[in-house]
């Protein structure tokens, strides 16, 4: 982008959001806000931690308590049970205050030394901008791959680029981030809404680490999930495919048909019966509930779309004090 086209934001320095998920990750509470200080106050930003505490069974919540006691800068919003990353992210972006807000993991797999390249790219006047992994050290060569499948498959299918090798690592600056909270959805495929609001956007290049401690909550299923829900979220291609299937397959069917009645009328030969009847009627069988089940996907998904339920709830704020502040939705 030329550098004219690129209006700077702000004329104040800005208060800086980092928005991190906390699911069983009583290990890494300490460690990350250690490094948090020492990186944003290093580069004298004035900056805010909201930690969303996601139903977590170990003792991250008190940790995460014991430290907003500590740090007037720290917020804890403790959802009231698990509702999976994408809804805890949601969360903190609701109760974030910066002109600028950045989401992190919890395990610094996402180190916090970015972040500075990150608050530069903005104060040049990008509203929104991505990190992208440079590798994937921390993963290992299946997830690699399957990883690049579905960035290939999804951006293939969806009207939205979605970025590859971009996580929920980025910077977003208010207006953007007012935007993605406009979007209602209940399902929230965030990679997916982040790349849809646009905004002028930048990208910077990093290494991803390794997990600092605990494990990942994440399985083979969880991915697989969560790439179905990429592609519904965000393209109704499925739904073609059905067609154009249910099209081919009769195109197909005629063309057998007119085989057997000219095989018959002009070399007699008798009509082989059950196998061809078997295996058409199970390929048929098959073909069928395969499409039931695509629109099976969407069906569900407008079903609980049309519920509005919130997308979480919050059991109680902890602001710079140990006893938990009104919640405010
Ligand atoms: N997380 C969460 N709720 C969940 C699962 C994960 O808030 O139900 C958080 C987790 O604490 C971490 C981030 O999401 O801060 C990424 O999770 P993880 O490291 O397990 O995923 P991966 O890095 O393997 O994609
Ligand atoms: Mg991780």
Known sequence: MAAADRV?????????????????????????????????????????????NDGSRDDTLARLVALAARDPRVRVIDLSRNFGKEAALTAGLDFARGDAVIPLDADLQDPPEVIPALIAKWREGYEVVNAVRKSREGDGPVKRATAHAFYRVINRMSQVDIPADTGDFRLMSRPAVEALRRLPERRRFMKGLFAWVGFRTATIFYDRAPRHAGTTTWNYWKLWNFAIEGITSFSSAPLRLASYLGFSISILAFIYAAITIFNKLVYGNPVKGYPSLLVAVLFLGGVQLLALGVIGEYLGRLYEESKQRPIYLVRAVWEGQDQPAPVRH
């Open 8 to 52: 700077p934001v702000l004329t104040s320095p800005g208060l800086v959001s980092i928005v991190v998920p906390f699911h069983n990750e009583a290990a890494n509470v300490t460690v990350l806000h250690e490094r948090l200080g020492a990186v944003l106050d290093d580069a004298g930003e004035s900056w805010e931690l909201v930690c969303v």
